[in-house]
């Protein structure tokens, strides 16, 4: 099973400059290519202190200089914000940065906050459509000359320039959670990326469960897709029994503030959004610290072992570890450190 790092500049207050948590994201990015990380993920997202990415691609570009071996993942550009022709040319002039490094998620997007800013207030859960024929679209003018004739865009003959270095194709990753999302990346030789959020090891295995029953479903993919899981982690000392109590705490304020960003109720301010009180989830134990504990990656070396180990039984070919949590840069440090440390070599 193979690591990778998930992870955004994160602000939760104007005492961090941007300039610094650019610099802390570098870190933490050399820090898990020299730990053996497969892959650096980077999102996208619009207007949000709390996850800043406006476009994937100059960051990674930039860490594609920085670094010589961890591949570079735009993870996920959200299909209705993209044309194909730029999402074609954007990700192939990565791949020529990076020298074949690239690789790229796909999702059909989430927050309608966004949508109503960058895709005139479309639906987000109309964004499906969007990726449907986004992703042939991007695979064919990789290839070549290409015209499009769809329901979204239409565009006369025309290509991918730069065409990426990695052929026939570089990686494409799809977000999937149903199982109708599942299908159509392995029907299209897509690899899957999925979340569990605030769900147990049992979400894993059914997340699993539709993925293994998409790629029964079409013998015709001669390569097998890939199967990644992304979780919230933190790893704690050994000596500190109590050391998850505040990364679980963290992860709560983390899911609270998705939480009002994605109601969409309030205004932010300068891109600051206040967390959704504490009192909004009463009866709501998922966000009890208790079932965090469970729930998201957090642990000990020992005990974050024994879960992965069960993650790479069910068949996971890559655990991403998103280190975004409201936490300092120095508590994240600390924590991919004893993962690379102690976890890594557990599955050399």
């Known amino acids: ?6 992870v955004h500049m994160e602000r939760w207050d104007e005492s961090v400059s941007h300039r610094e948590l650019f610099e802390n994201l570098t870190e933490l990015t050399l820090l898990a290519e020299a730990g053996g990380f497969s892959t650096v993920w980077v999102g996208e997202h619009h207007s949000m202190e709390y996850t800043i990415s406006p476009n994937p691609m100059p960051t990674l570009a930039y860490l594609a200089a920085r670094t010589s071996t961890i591949r570079l993942g735009a993870g996920t550009i959200i299909a209705p914000f993209w044309n194909p022709i730029r999402a074609a040319g954007e990700c192939a002039l990565l791949d020529v940065i990076s020298n074949g490094r690239m690789e790229v998620g796909l999702a059909r997007g989430a927050y309608q906050f966004e949508f109503d800013r960058l895709a005139g207030g479309l639906p987000a859960t109309d964004g499906g459509k969007h990726l449907r024929e986004l992703v042939p679209a991007v695979r064919a003018l990789w290839q070549g000359d290409y015209a499009h004739d769809g329901e979204i865009w239409k565009f006369p003959t025309s290509t991918s320039v730069p065409k990426p270095i990695q052929q026939p194709t570089p990686p494409m990753w799809i977000a999937a959670r149903d199982p109708a999302s599942h299908d159509f990346a392995v029907a299209n030789g897509c690899n899957v ?9 049992e979400e894993v295995e059914n997340l699993v469960g539709k993925f293994e ?3 029964a479903a079409h013998p015709e993919i001669t390569e097998r897709p ?11 000392d050994e000596s500190d029994p109590e050391g998850w109590k505040p990364a679980a705490a963290a992860i709560n304020k983390y899911y609270r503030s998705f939480d009002a960003w994605f109601g969409n109720k309030s205004t932010p301010e300068d891109g600051f959004l206040e967390p959704s009180p504490e009192s909004k989830f009463d009866g709501r134990p998922e966000f009890e610290l208790e079932s965090l504990h469970r729930t998201a990656m957090i642990g000990t070396p020992a005990e974050v072992i024994e879960r992965l180990k069960h993650y790479q039984a069910l068949g996971v070919d890559e655990f991403s570890f998103w280190i975004d949590n409201s936490m300092s840069h120095e508590e ?17």
Do not use: C, I, W
């Open 1 to 6: 099973m193979k690591f990778s790092l998930f």
């Open 193 to 201: 990326m999925v979340t569990p959020l605030m769900k147990g090891d």
């Open 213 to 215: 029953t998409a790629v």
């Open 226 to 236: 890939k199967l990644m899981v992304l979780r919230h982690t933190h790893v704690h």
């Open 332 to 348: 994240k440090r600390a924590s991919l450190q004893r993962f690379v440390e102690h976890v890594v070599p557990a599955f050399s």
